[in-house]
């Protein structure tokens, strides 16, 4: 009879657990951060590309009044949806060709194990070398190996695939994760345009477009902050750099239509 494994609680109260909290710690946000960045950040350049579009092309003329704030929203609500559910689609495509091929090259794997463990040997021995093992402690390392079946095949999909192991991932909420994500950051430049009076100059709810989708960005570089641990001043950077960029593309192009 094989061995339960011990209850979380035993394992919270291992005190190798406890002297490594920090990274042992994994939180539900950070399970998911990829999907999180990646649907946030094009949520929100999506959106405002829509609204610097129009409004690059009416603030280059003497007739700002006269941007229609329901064509802007018309146009990015259509855009948001419509790529949040694009991104969440893809992405759900993406994690399950990426979970059939791991799969597949696993049997492969396993196959050339069980039908020619010393080709498989071989191969094992050569890139324990390549790690920079002496060639005695490969074949130490390879004879340990070939006793644990699951973690050679593991060993293999890793160092000689360099293939991770994406089993463990949820193609369902990877793809949610992202049109959530997407729809919530991406709706943030377009609530001036929501909440303005139709008499409100044109040019000052751009404005406030403008401050909104600064403020999505650093909410989003503060998250990634706040989950990857580095510096909160290169975070920021880096995600208002980029975002800045394309947004700065989308106001020049609009610019160029201007009437």
């Known amino acids: 009879m094989s061995a339960k494994p011990p209850p979380s ?76 559910v694009s991104m969440g689609l893809s992405n759900f495509l993406s994690v399950r060709s990426e979970k059939d091929l791991y799969q597949q090259a696993r049997a492969r794997q396993t196959n050339a194990i069980r039908t020619k463990p010393d080709a498989t040997m071989q191969r094992t021995l050569a890139v324990l070398e390549d790690k920079g093992y002496s060639t005695e402690d490969a074949h130490t390392l390879t004879r340990l190996l070939g006793k644990n079946e699951t973690y050679w095949v593991d060993f293999l999909m890793n160092h000689h695939l360099s293939m991770s192991d994406p089993r463990g991932e949820n193609p369902l909420s990877t793809g949610l994760a992202t049109f959530v994500s997407f729809l919530v950051f991406g709706t943030i430049p377009l609530l001036p345009f929501m909440l303005a009076d139709q008499s409100a100059p044109a040019r000052i709810v751009f404005y406030y477009s403008i401050l909104g989708t600064f403020a999505a960005l650093v909410l989003l570089g503060i998250l990634k902050w706040r989950v990857v641990g580095n510096a909160l001043w290169l975070a920021l950077l880096e995600v208002v750099l980029v975002g800045a960029a394309a947004a700065s593309v989308a106001f020049f192009v609009g610019s160029l239509f201007s009437v």
């Open 9 to 84: 609680s035993l394992l919270h109260d291992d005190p190798l657990h406890q002297s490594f909290p920090e990274t042992d710690r994994r939180s539900r946000i950070s399970s998911y951060f990829k999907e999180v960045i990646y649907g946030g950040t094009d949520g929100i350049i999506t959106t405002f590309a829509v609204a610097a579009g129009f409004s690059g092309a009416a603030l280059t003329t003497e007739t700002t009044t006269q941007l229609s704030f329901l064509v802007v929203l018309l146009f990015g609500l259509a855009n948001l949806f419509a790529d949040g």
